[in-house]
């Protein structure tokens, strides 16, 4: 089993900057893809960005340009730098890793404020 916390929500101005981390533990060796999704209220569970082991990315369109996911395998924690926050960013997201199944996160809420 893979355990995962999430750090980092919380509300902001549009415009505004916030980081999200999301630590691993527990069996951790094996983890491959790491990334975040979102749910909006009233919205499917969508992708926002993915990285690969070996640092390659994937980013909705939506937030290209604005998102930056990074990870530090040293430390199993998978982190997304959000700038640029537009009030349609506002939703729980949710960590994700995959080792052989899929795994998520409890969730944290980031509301953007306009």
């Known amino acids: 089993q893979v355990q995962l916390v999430e750090s980092g929500g919380g509300l902001v101005q549009a415009g505004g900057s916030l980081r999200l981390s999301c630590a691993a533990s527990?069996?951790?060796?094996?983890?491959?893809?790491m990334g975040w999704y979102r749910q909006a209220p009233g919205k499917q569970r969508e992708l926002v960005a993915t990285?690969?082991?070996?640092?390659?990315?994937n980013y909705a369109d939506s937030v290209k340009g604005r998102f930056t996911i990074s990870r530090d395998n040293t430390k199993n924690t998978v982190y997304l730098q959000m700038n640029v926050l537009k009030p349609e960013d506002t939703a729980v997201y949710y960590c994700y890793v995959r080792r052989f199944s899929n795994y998520w996160g409890q969730g944290t809420q980031v509301t953007v404020s306009s």
């Open positions: 990285i690969t082991i070996g640092g390659s990315t």
């Open positions: 527990g069996s951790i060796a094996g983890i491959s893809t």
